[in-house]
């Protein structure tokens, strides 16, 4: 089992451009998850998805969107990159909410 | 609203000794209680689950309290070894009506010294 990817591992882009980072998981897992970790600022949820369909917003929502289409993908877009997006990005995923998360390598992403 | 403070940024410790790491909490009633391990460059990683109907939880060399009156955890790595440098992050949970996650505090950066 690949357990939780994600892709790419690094990113460039300019202000105003956008993307999507993409999170794939092989365990079956009902939930999934979004954050971004910046230094002294801790890992902080952007989105999650309790199921296949379903998103919800965490505590840092603006200026991204997801999709959850298949049970195994959970993509989190930007529409307009803006600086203040510069961080590390980890999905993760859990068999439920009460349930230990696994975590992706994270995406290291730099917007100038 | 719900605050998770992580007491210390960084802790140094010799081989050898028991490392202590603090985990507050204030406006939480959580259920239970997960400690993860973070390595440069990488992902979180599950360590230990505990219950707020659980007083403590040991694993190998790692040892966790939960007390919910003081509205704290304790992580314990005894006999501890420079792999055990990293950063310890603990995480509650927290629900957003019935749907249940994660809440991470900033996390403690443990150097153990040979």
């Known amino acids: 089992n690949a357990g939780v990817t994600q892709t790419p591992k690094f990113r460039v882009l300019k202000t105003g451009q956008s993307m999507t980072l993409l999170c794939a998981q092989d365990m079956n897992h009902e939930y999934m998850y979004w954050y971004r970790q910046d230094p002294g600022m801790g890992l902080r949820l952007i989105h999650y998805?309790?199921?296949?369909?379903?998103?919800a917003k965490g505590e840092v929502p603006d200026g991204y969107n997801v999709s959850r289409l298949k049970k195994q993908n959970f993509l989190l877009g930007l529409e307009s990159a803006a600086p203040s997006q510069t961080s590390v990005y980890f999905c993760a995923s859990s068999y439920s909410g009460r349930n230990t998360q696994y975590f992706g390598p994270g995406t290291r992403l730099t917007v100038l | 609203s719900q605050k998770i403070e992580q007491n210390s940024e960084a802790l140094n410790i010799q081989e050898g000794k028991t490392a202590t790491l603090t985990c507050n909490y204030t406006n939480y009633s959580p259920a239970y209680l997960q400690w993860y391990r973070q390595d440069p460059g990488r992902g979180p990683v599950f360590l230990l689950l505990?219950?707020?109907?659980?007083k403590e939880k040991r694993k190998e060399r790692l040892k966790v309290t939960f007390d919910t009156t003081l509205k704290q955890s304790l992580f314990h790595i005894t006999a501890s070894q420079p792999a055990d440098s990293a950063t310890y992050l603990c995480a509650l949970e927290s629900s957003g009506g019935s749907n249940y996650k994660l809440t991470f505090g900033k996390g403690t950066l443990l150097t153990v010294n040979p």
């Open positions: 505990i219950r707020e109907n659980e």
């Open positions: 998805s309790v199921g296949e369909g379903t998103t």
